[in-house]
């Protein structure tokens, strides 16, 4: 009796963790598949020419360049306006308030427009830029509206990378005389650098992919030429997959998996870049 | 205060280190809250220039808050609030419109954990002159090696110092620690347990270390290790908690008469080991 | 005697005066920017809110409240023009209920695996992974449920077309894992090791530990990250914008076409004329959406600042 039921007991360890098992594997295989796939499908069509070449025959034919590089230019637009803002805000808020109602009720607002849909913030981007301050639909309007969203990542690990720093150092300086600007300065965000550009580069990775904002504020399928200003309409990688896979008929599946798979390298590499400055500077 | 004072204090320090009566920090019927909290109470005494003064006590006294008047470091805790006269070479250090920064670079401090800065060795002692304005790498040099010999670290550190300074032993990093200090040139050195993380030997160095800085500067200690305080330190305050938890100062006498002859039974009874 | 401590002040100047402070104006400057700039991203933030009252009250003021978020009917350009959410805010509820069905147990599940049972190695190999996963743009995902997912979905329920909320729920579900699984996966390392410790010493085994002790305990940060996924498949625009099939009307079924209210944004901000009525009526859904969005991530900050204090209190 008692035999069996040990037994029964390590039945149902074995059945339990064997569900556990699949559920991750759930998880991990579809990832790795879809890549293995993005990697199989689209790599025929990465050529010099794709890469480099405007658009031919409504997007059917030629390359995706206007697209790589006003997606670039999005990401150095949005890292523009939201780190220096982000980082001075992450100073503010973790060296210059106290905490207070007001400094819960500011955390708590970053936290939360974190998870306002991207969609949203393209709606503010259209009322506040593009039509309130008639920057037309353009780059620099576009990256505004990016950077907006992004802001409330660039604060918080701007933030939390300095709050990380021990206060013996803080301490150390400001007992020989030095200044809480100085402290701040040659102590603090020295030591708090690594995970302020590590989310600086998670930011920049998600301004890439990011395509419901540029939507509303007008991302071009087609412009001639390449973006000049920053008052230009513009085209943008995932604008283009969307349109390629979405609203062309007849478009071929090489360029589909094409865009994709140009997208997918550049917002991962931003994301292992991440990674990587991650990992070192924990090693330290 | 006396428009005299003032003037000593714009003339070089290393002639008119005290104020005129010999006392170079005094505390006169000071109360330190931390929000509700009484954390030191009432407590008066003066502390004379180029002495070393140390601050004994059960932990939890208020020791180290104490110490922390008189460079405003509880400045840095938002609910801490000071009542009395805090002097500091006859300045009020606690009236309105003090430079808290140049306060802080002629009262220097040394904590109780080693805590140097992530850089070398180097960039730990030019640190502060580098933020003071000095850029002239021949003017650093020299007063990195100074401070290293004053801290008695330079045989030991010579080779190396660009390395970093959380690379050298816990003891090495104090007395670099203090270097930094030095390299400020200030005239009191505040110090919180500085050896509380060492072991014996690193102890007694930086104690020898403390011998030799008398000699030029103001050195309050705060210890918990009484016989520390019975071999560095010229004049013994005991601070007890009294029966409103708040710090208060129970004796202050030279050292010797503190351990020898103590005026006050509950001295005694903490010397002797009664209690603490 | 050798004058050890020969003055260098020639170095450091002249010592300024205690009562007559510096005034250093480059620091000074310095404090008031970040001053600003701490005040301005407030702004910003705050601006978003104010930015949606504004520009859609307008549209809930025009159509009444209850009939824009009960009406069945979207006719933007008749005359006069019909305002009703309903089939959209069905749709979204559809498509987070499929997601989280989907989600909830496979992510729960991955964590366990994660954090009790996979020896660490396997744990950091896979952790990465999962991270990748949380980086893929959603137009990516979009893409992959057009091209790979719906025509699958189409052919095994035998549908007229593969875009569908059952096809968008799946795909959310992949996008809403990654939080998930890391939130949920938090939690179980956060349990102390003694309860588990408590538990073998009463001849537990592993699974009845894990069942019985580390998730019990961890069921507060595991509810954070169900809300958190949930507040990830509501928000989600450009994947549903692309497979959930877009029709306007009230879907009855998972199976059914479906639009849900954040590529009803998407779909129709480009045909809507500026301070129009369709222009404020898709602002006040941006608006619904902000509210729903700000309400479910309010609770799972909530839960999990609850659960921090539990641990760091015991």
């Not at chain 1, 308030?97 to 955390?107: D, G, K, S, V, Y």
């Not at chain 1, 991440?274 to 090693?283: H, S």
């Not at chain 2, 505390?27 to 601050?55: E, M, P």
């Not at chain 3, 989600?103 to 994660?114: C, E, M, Q, S, T």
Request: glycine share 10%; proline share 5%.
């Amino acid at each position: 009796m008692k035999a069996s039921n040990a037994k029964r007991r390590y039945l149902t360890q074995r059945v339990a963790i064997s569900v556990l098992a699949v559920s991750l594997a759930l998880v991990v295989i579809p990832v790795i598949g879809i890549i293995i796939y993005m990697i199989a499908n689209g790599y025929s069509s990465l050529s010099w020419e794709f890469l480099t070449a405007s658009p031919s025959q409504a997007g059917k034919a030629g390359g995706i360049l206007p697209a790589i590089l006003g997606t670039v230019y999005l990401m150095l637009g949005t890292i523009l306006f939201a780190l220096p803002i982000g980082v001075m805000a992450g100073i503010y808020l973790s060296e210059y308030t106290r905490a207070n109602w007001l400094t819960r009720l500011i955390n708590m607002a970053i936290v939360n427009l974190a998870g306002v849909p991207s969609i949203v913030f393209g709606l503010f981007g259209l009322a506040v830029f593009v039509l309130g301050l008639n920057l037309g639909m353009s780059l620099l309007a576009a990256s505004l509206t990016l950077a907006a969203q992004a802001l409330a990542m660039t604060i918080t690990t701007s933030r939390e990378a300095i709050m990380a720093v021990p206060k013996e150092y803080r301490e150390g300086s400001l007992a020989i005389g030095v200044s809480r600007w100085q402290t701040i300065r040659h102590v603090v965000l020295p030591q708090a650098a690594p995970g302020i550009l590590t989310g600086a580069i998670l930011a920049m990775s998600r301004a890439a992919g990011e395509t419901a904002p540029i939507i509303v504020v007008g991302a071009a399928f087609l412009v001639g030429g390449l973006p000049g200003s920053p008052f230009d309409r513009f085209m943008a990688l995932p604008y283009h997959l969307y349109t390629v896979s979405a609203h062309i008929p007849g478009m071929p599946s090489e360029i589909k998996w094409g865009v994709a798979l140009v997208l997918i390298a550049m917002v991962l590499l931003f994301n292992i870049l991440a990674g990587i400055v991650r990992i070192k500077t924990r090693k330290r | 205060m006396t428009i005299g004072n003032l003037v000593t204090l714009k003339t070089d320090p290393a002639n008119t280190r005290a104020a005129e009566d010999g006392h170079c920090l005094r505390l006169q019927q000071v109360n330190l809250y931390y929000g509700d909290f009484h954390a030191v109470k009432d407590v008066s005494l003066d502390i004379g220039a180029r002495s070393i003064t140390a601050i004994i006590g059960p932990s939890g006294c208020g020791k180290s808050s104490m110490l922390r008047l008189f460079n405003r470091m509880n400045d840095l805790i938002p609910s801490a609030r000071v009542e009395g006269l805090v002097e500091f070479d006859g300045v009020d250090i606690y009236q309105s419109g003090i430079d808290v920064v140049e306060l802080r670079k002629r009262v220097g401090m040394v904590f109780q954990k080693p805590n140097p800065f992530p850089m070398s060795i180097y960039d730990n002692v030019a640190f502060g002159p580098r933020r003071h304005g000095i850029r002239n790498k021949r003017i650093l040099d020299e007063i990195v090696e100074k401070s290293l010999i004053q801290a008695a670290i330079w045989d030991e550190v010579k080779d190396k110092l660009g390395q970093s300074g959380l690379s050298i032993s816990g003891g090495q990093q104090q007395r670099l620690c203090i270097a930094r200090v030095l390299a400020v040139e200030p005239e009191v050195i505040l110090m919180d347990e500085p050896c509380s993380a060492l072991d014996p030997i690193a102890t007694l160095k930086i104690e020898d270390l403390m011998r030799i800085l008398s000699t030029n500067y103001t050195i309050v200690i705060v210890t918990h290790n009484m016989q520390q305080a019975a071999r560095v330190s010229d004049m013994t305050a005991f601070l007890m908690v009294g029966e409103d938890r708040a710090g208060m100062l129970v004796e202050y006498a030279h050292t010797n008469e503190i351990f020898t002859n103590p005026k006050n039974k509950k001295t005694e009874d903490y010397i002797t080991g009664r209690f603490g | 005697m050798i004058n050890m401590f020969p003055s260098l002040k020639k170095g450091i100047g002249k010592t300024a005066s205690l009562t007559s402070p510096r005034p250093r104006w480059g620091e000074r400057i310095i404090e008031k920017l970040i001053l600003f700039n701490g005040i301005l991203a407030i702004a910003v933030l705050l601006g978003v809110f104010f930015i949606l009252l504004r520009q859609g009250i307008p549209a809930l003021i025009e159509t009444p409240f209850y009939s824009f978020l009960f009406g069945t009917h979207w006719y933007p350009v008749s005359d006069p023009p019909t305002f009703g959410i309903l089939p959209f805010f069905v749709a979204t509820m559809w498509v987070t209920v499929i997601s989280t069905v989907l989600a909830v147990p496979i992510g729960v599940g991955a964590a366990i695996f994660l954090a009790e049972v996979a020896p660490r190695k396997v744990a950091d190999a896979v952790k990465p992974v999962v991270e990748l996963l949380s980086g893929f743009p959603s137009v990516v995902m979009g893409f992959i449920g057009l091209v790979l997912l719906s025509p699958w979905v189409q052919n095994t329920l035998g549908l007229s077309s593969g875009l569908c909320g059952v096809t968008a729920g799946i795909m959310l579900a992949m996008m809403s894992l990654p939080i998930i699984v890391s939130v949920s996966e938090d939690a179980l390392r956060a349990v102390p090791d003694e309860f588990r410790q408590a538990a073998y010493g009463l001849g537990s085994t592993r699974w009845e530990v894990i069942w019985h002790v580390c998730v019990p305990s961890a069921l507060s940060g595991i509810s954070a990250a169900i809300m958190l996924g949930i507040g990830r498949a509501i928000g989600e625009t450009m994947t549903v914008l692309m497979v959930a099939g877009g029709a306007l009307a009230l879907p009855g079924l998972p199976t059914d076409p479906m639009m849900p209210m954040t590529a009803a944004i998407a779909s129709g901000i480009g045909n809507a004329v500026q301070g129009g009525p369709q222009y404020h009526a898709l602002f006040a859904i941006g608006l619904i959406l902000f509210i729903l969005t700000l309400f479910v991530n309010l609770i799972a900050a909530r839960i999990l600042d609850r659960q921090r204090r539990k641990f760091a209190a015991g």
